[in-house]
Structures are given as structure tokens and as C-alpha cells.
């Protein structure tokens, strides 16, 4: 089993819905979860990060943990073409806090 | 704010060439990382240093080497390149403690032939 998992999309969705992007990770001991957007040809940047079982918020996006069942999700709210790119999940593990990432999920929004 | 600056942006080297990919950052931060990324492979640790004198093995370590010259700077050398390593790689740095978020430079993508 890898250690973070991602469905890779694309996940198309229309201009102004709600975008549901999902993440499964195989370690229980994990305690830090990020989300990182990704453009094509750019660097990733961090969205939001969550530590503690339930919802955060943050603008448009809500970050979802559920460490029973070993699940991390990012909902992006009212989502605008500019929102289109690969978001990445990523998982820390050891006690450096490396990050162990997904691959990622494509995300298409349309006009 | 320059951030964590990598150099070069674009390389080409031929198989057996080496060269060395520099990192600096000015967040003060006392981590940081290298990452290659390759299509359907997602980002990979290729080694990383926790701390001012320590480096570490990463997932993708082999045909690597990293020096951590000081608290801003970690280089990432390639010793005899290979066409394996064609990649996009990333350097990235963070505070100490697992709930840091690591933040990126640019990348440097590196065509070997």
C-alpha cells in the first residue's frame, strides 16, 4: 500500500461548484496534513495545513481530517478556472516532519 | 522577500557529467530538503537536513550527494549524471517540528542525455 494515496483526475467540475478532492494515508502515526496547489511548470504552494480530527476553514477552502479512518480531504467552495492545477497531499512522517507526498489530483474547473 | 532561491532554472548535461544544483533561503528556516518530481511519480525526498551539520537519506538518495554549507545554503551535487535523473527538482525549507510546512523555490529542470 503507498503511503499517501490520491486518485489523479482529472476531476472535472463547473465554475462554481464545489471542488472534493480526497487523500488516504497509511500511517497512523502521521500528525500533519498539507495541502499544496500546484500550477503546471510552477512550484507547489501550501493551501492550507490541519492537525486535528474535523473541519478547518480558511476562505474558500475546507480542509477535512479523520484520523480513524486515516483520511484527509480539501473542498474548494465556489471554484473558479483560475482554482484549475494539481493539488498534493502531503503526510509528515518521522520526527524530522519530513513530508511524504501524493501524487496528486488534477483538477479542471470549466467556464 | 526572495523566499528559498534555486539556480540554475535549466540545465542539460550528457551522461557522466556532474554538477551541482544550489539552494539558499532567507526565512531563517533550520530545515531543508531536496525533492525530484517526475511525471506519475509525484514528489520524492532525495535527501534532506534537519539542522545546521546534518543531512540525512531520503527516499531516492542513490547518485546524490548534498552539503549543508551553512544555515542558508544546501547543495545537491550530481556526481556522474545518468538519463534516470532527468527530473524536475525542487528545494524546499521549513521551521523545525512536524507541524512546519515546507515552502518551495522554483525547481531546476535537468535534462540528461
Known amino acids: 500500500q503507498k503511503e499517501v494515496e490520491q486518485n489523479s483526475g482529472p476531476l472535472s467540475v463547473p465554475e462554481g461548484a464545489i471542488a472534493s478532492l480526497n487523500c488516504t494515508y497509511s500511517?497512523?502515526?502521521?500528525?500533519?496534513f498539507f495541502w499544496y496547489r500546484q500550477y503546471s511548470g510552477k512550484s507547489p504552494e501550501l493551501i492550507m495545513f490541519?492537525?486535528?480530527?474535523g473541519d478547518k476553514e480558511d476562505g474558500r477552502f475546507t480542509a477535512q481530517l479523520n484520523k480513524a479512518s486515516q483520511y484527509v480531504s480539501l473542498l474548494i467552495r465556489d471554484s473558479q478556472p483560475s482554482d484549475s492545477a494539481t493539488y498534493l497531499c502531503?503526510?509528515?512522517?518521522?520526527?524530522?516532519?519530513?513530508?511524504?507526498f501524493g501524487k496528486g489530483t488534477k483538477l479542471s474547473v470549466k467556464p | 522577500n526572495a523566499g528559498v532561491t534555486q539556480t540554475p532554472k535549466f540545465q542539460v548535461l550528457k551522461t557522466g557529467q556532474s554538477m551541482t544544483l544550489q539552494c539558499a533561503q532567507d526565512?531563517?528556516?533550520?530545515?531543508m530538503y531536496w525533492y525530484r518530481q517526475d511525471p506519475g511519480m509525484g514528489l520524492r525526498l532525495i535527501y534532506y537536513?534537519?539542522?545546521?551539520?546534518?543531512?540525512d537519506k531520503g527516499e531516492v538518495p542513490n547518485g546524490y550527494n548534498v552539503s549543508r554549507l551553512n544555515k542558508r545554503e544546501f547543495s545537491l551535487r550530481l556526481e556522474s549524471a545518468a538519463p534516470s535523473q532527468t527530473s524536475v527538482y525542487f528545494c524546499?525549507?521549513?521551521?523545525?517540528?512536524?507541524?512546519?510546512?515546507?515552502?518551495f523555490g522554483n525547481g531546476t529542470r535537468l535534462t540528461v542525455t
Open positions: 524546499a525549507s521549513s521551521e523545525t517540528g512536524l507541524n512546519s510546512p515546507l515552502h
Open positions: 500511517d497512523r502515526g502521521s500528525q500533519s
Open positions: 490541519i492537525y486535528s480530527n
Open positions: 502531503a503526510v509528515n512522517r518521522g520526527s524530522q516532519g519530513n513530508l511524504i
Open positions: 526565512m531563517n528556516h533550520n530545515s
Open positions: 537536513s534537519a539542522s545546521e551539520g546534518t543531512t
